[in-house]
């Protein structure tokens, strides 16, 4: 067990920050920013995150500084979340990561240059709510449970452990129950994702279905996915990655749509027909009259 956490003082960053939220999700301890002294390096029960020249996971030290400088990107929230075994499904499932191991790493500069875009971007993308944050962190020593930054942070932590911890899972029950629909009409063809209704059924029926596809090699060739729907009896029809020939306004008149986003890439029926299903996407096709 975790009794403290030690990051380092001054400027904080988006990975120190971030790892110390993790960590505080299953171990709600208090967090002192100050250097470490040899004995809290040495003290398997003090996590010292980003600081101390030190990656020694046994003893939950996780630096990463002193890494070379050729190293692959790799910030103290790589470290903590490799510990807990969930690094890997992190940068499968959290495409804000690799950036994130990068800019903290590599610096703004060589970040834009690997990302393709120019320098400025890179300023855009900062949000209030992350600078706020991460200056709150760094204006005081030391942060105790009950204090509204440290719940903040701890809220942040267990959303962010349990949405890996739950998604490998739904992953695992997306397999088990979906099926590939290669639905061919008048030479044209069609490939959707259809998820069963089970019982019970889960909170969100949705969740996983672009990572199932992007996972299982299908991301160049589906068009949309088919989901039990969550209000009704029915289901959801909804257009794989914005794919450009699924419009579900071509089938808002139909008597069983109840249901169409006005940017036409969603749709609610209460069809649960598998052949009714598939005639609804095939009428939503912009390749098919």
Known sequence: MIKLIITHPGSAHKDDFLACCVLIAENPVSIHRRDPASEDLDDSSVAVIDIGDRHEPNKKNFDHHQFPRDRVPTCSLSLVLQDL??????RSFCDWLETAEWFDCRGANATANWLGVKREIIGRMSSPIELSLLRRFASQNEHLPGEPLWEIMKMIGKDLVDYL????RRLQYISEHSEVWNIERESKSLMAIYLPRTHPLPDDPSMGLPRFIEENGLATKAHAMIYPDRRGK????CR?????SMDFNRISSEPDVHFVHAAGFIAKTSATDSQRLQDLLFKSYSGYS
Request: glycine share 22%.
């Open 85 to 90: 075994g969930l690094y890997d499904d992190a």
């Open 165 to 168: 911890r739950g998604l490998r």
């Open 234 to 237: 029915g289901y959801g029809l």
């Open 240 to 244: 794989y990655n914005d794919h450009p």
